[in-house]
């Protein structure tokens, strides 16, 4: 399940990424326990309540995939959205969240240069 999180205006935050092993903090809500499992050019995976999650810059935007697991809808919306507010802040109305399937993903991944995890 891939989230893509874009500004209507075409604004993008400026990230603050954690330092070593913890590069993925920037967009991790505060107050969630998790451990990184990988990170790579600005993205990558992180376990969280036993869901491996993927963090991924596209340069218009963010995309969020639950790599790994099972989630209801509703908590996965809900997590997205702390992910949207973490990154966005205040300025988080002006954002969409949008679901997107597995052909528009591996289109986006192809044309950014970065492949996905189906697994």
């Known amino acids: 399940m891939r989230f893509e999180i874009v500004d209507r205006q075409g604004y993008i935050p400026e990230l603050h990424y954690g330092g070593p092993g913890r590069e993925l903090a920037g967009f991790i809500p505060d107050g969630l326990e998790w451990t990184q499992l990988s990170y790579d050019n600005g993205g990558g995976q992180a376990l969280i309540r036993g869901h491996r999650w993927g963090f ?64």
Do not use: C, M, P, W
Request: charged letters at 20%; zero cysteines; a negative charge.
């Open 56 to 119: 991924y810059y596209a340069g218009e935007g963010f995309s969020i995939v639950l790599e790994s697991g099972v989630e209801t809808i509703h908590d996965a919306t809900l997590f997205v959205a702390q992910v949207r507010d973490k990154l966005f802040g205040e300025n988080s109305h002006e954002v969409q969240v949008l679901l997107a399937g597995d052909q528009y993903a591996e289109a986006e991944a192809a044309a950014n240069g970065r492949l996905t995890s189906n697994a």
